[in-house]
């Protein structure tokens, strides 16, 4: 885990380390990335992981944010608001991402998953860079903006060179779960992340639950699990 001062200019979370857990990545044939939310750590986002992992083999990451703060507003803010903590995020979760395929876990193989606002960089990091990954765990979050537009992450999937953009995620399992009254989640934005993700070919899993609130609950860590297990 980092200490570190913030790195200065366009990438505040550049110099942060990725915690890890299980078993060693050079060794495990698959991967989960999990990315804490505002005022957590990568450490706190580890117990998620071994929820999720249980007795299986597989090597768990999670990138930190510096102050443990990933951007400094709503995510339903306008992107540039959230700048430069949110691209200086994405490319956090890019190199824990590219630590399991560098180490030889096909992306197939690796499930990219968060909370909170690790949630909402999660999302955006696998529909900004879309492949067909093990799958994807948005709990309690959306994608980022004050508005999301479907054509335009389509259409970032074409300018990136995807041969079939409706195909993008190759149907990469997407779990979708929040509550109706999430305090920092609109309902709406969930089903508005679930339409980009099932036009760029995911295939989703939306549960919305009654009178959660914010946070995690058994049913979803099963179905994170059961995804994981298909992996």
Not at 1 to 14: E, I, L, V
Not at 57 to 79: E, G, K, M, R
Not at 145 to 155: H, K, P
Not at 192 to 203: I, K, Q
């Amino acid at each position: 885990m980092s200490g570190r001062t913030p790195a200065p200019g366009h990438d505040p979370h550049g110099d942060e380390l990725i915690a890890t857990h299980g078993e060693p990545v050079e060794d495990a044939d698959a991967a989960i990335v999990l990315v804490h939310g505002r005022g957590a750590t990568a450490r706190s986002v580890l117990q998620l992981g071994t929820q999720v992992v249980g007795d299986r083999d597989v090597a768990i990451l999670a990138p930190q944010a510096a102050a443990n703060t990933w951007y400094p507003n709503s995510f339903l803010s306008p992107v540039t608001d959230n700048e430069p903590g949110r691209s200086s995020g994405l490319r956090a979760v890019g190199r824990a991402v590219a630590t399991a395929t560098d180490a030889g876990i096909d992306a197939e193989r690796v499930l990219v998953g968060g909370f909170s606002q690790g949630a909402c960089l999660a999302g955006e990091f696998v529909a900004r860079n879309p492949a067909r990954y093990g799958g994807l765990a948005v709990l309690s979050g959306g994608l980022i903006g004050d508005s999301i537009a479907v054509d335009d992450y389509v259409g970032t999937a074409a300018d990136a060179g995807v041969t079939d953009p409706t195909d993008a995620l190759a149907g990469t399992p997407a779990f979708l779960g929040c509550s109706d009254v999430d305090p920092h989640i609109p309902e709406e934005r969930v089903h508005e992340t679930a339409e980009v993700l099932e036009a760029l070919g995911a295939d989703v899993d939306v549960r919305i639950y009654e009178g959660m609130g914010h946070g995690i609950n058994d049913d979803e860590i099963e179905a994170v699990s059961e995804i994981l297990a298909n992996v």
